[in-house]
T-cell receptor
Framework: AQSVTQPDIHITVSEGASLELRCNYS??????LFWYVQSPGQGLQLLLKYFSGDTLVQGIKGFEAEFKRSQSSFNLRKPSVHWSDAAEYFCAVGAKKEYGNKLVFGAGTILRVKS | ETGVTQTPRHLVMGMTNKKSLKCEQH?????MYWYKQSAKKPLELMFVYNFKEQTENNSVPSRFSPECPNSSHLFLHLHTLQPEDSALYLC????????????FGQGTRLTVV
């Protein structure tokens, strides 16, 4: 069964600094990988996804993520964080099934941005 | 606005009440999902519907009863809930069987007293 680990529960970065959020997954086949962001009181918004091909994936809001098969990782990065990036970030791995698909989420990382 | 609308946004109910959560999408998606998000726990998939048919029930207690009358609407009927059922309930939709989940609703914050 697939699983996702986000080792950092909270991360605090200064506005303008770079950001890396870690994600490790466990899945027997080629994974489908995702990053979602959730602002307080809101639903989840898809930032980016990896299905195949180029291992460096570009997403919305200036985010990118790199798939590293050897490390079973899919870390999220942003070169310069803005105060509006403060939110909770979820990594997820997907299993493609005959009827519908199933996502397994990590526990999330709360990002705080200090000015 | 994501295209997936959940009502109500907030709900407080007693343990003996019966209430329903509603989810609606007009994105042309044919798969709909209920997730439970509790504090300090990963999102838990509860139910999956594909083309109005339930294809997954993730060992959810019977006090939660889903209903999908058509591909655009999804309900979660609640009865005799427990305080530990208090959580954010998220609905999502996608174009099954792939790609994956694309749109989430904003959720219903449920408090059981």
């Amino acid at each position: 069964a697939q699983s996702v680990t986000q080792p950092d529960i909270h991360i605090t970065v200064s506005e303008g600094a770079s950001l890396e959020l870690r994600c490790n997954y466990s899945y027997g086949a080629t994974p489908y990988l995702f990053w979602y962001v959730q602002s307080p009181g809101q639903g989840l918004q898809l930032l980016l996804k990896y299905f195949s091909g180029d291992t460096l994936v570009q997403g919305i809001k200036g985010f990118e993520a790199e798939f590293k098969r050897s490390q079973s990782s899919f870390n999220l990065r942003k070169p310069s964080v803005h105060w509006s990036d403060a939110a909770e970030y979820f990594c997820a791995v997907g299993a493609k099934k005959e009827y519908g698909n199933k996502l397994v989420f990590g526990a999330g990382t709360i990002l705080r941005v200090k000015s | 606005e994501t295209g997936v609308t959940q009502t109500p946004r907030h709900l407080v109910m007693g343990m003996t009440n019966k209430k329903s959560l509603k989810c609606e999408q007009h994105l042309g998606h044919n798969a709909m999902y209920w997730y439970k998000q509790s504090a300090k726990k990963p999102l838990e998939l509860m139910f999956v519907y594909n083309f109005k048919e339930q294809t997954e029930n993730n060992s959810v207690p019977s006090r939660f009863s889903p209903e999908c009358p058509n591909s655009s609407h999804l309900f979660l009927h609640l009865h005799t809930l427990q305080p530990e059922d208090s959580a954010l309930y998220l609905c999502a939709s996608s174009q099954a069987p792939g790609p994956f989940l694309e749109k989430f609703g904003q959720g219903t914050r449920l408090t059981v007293v």
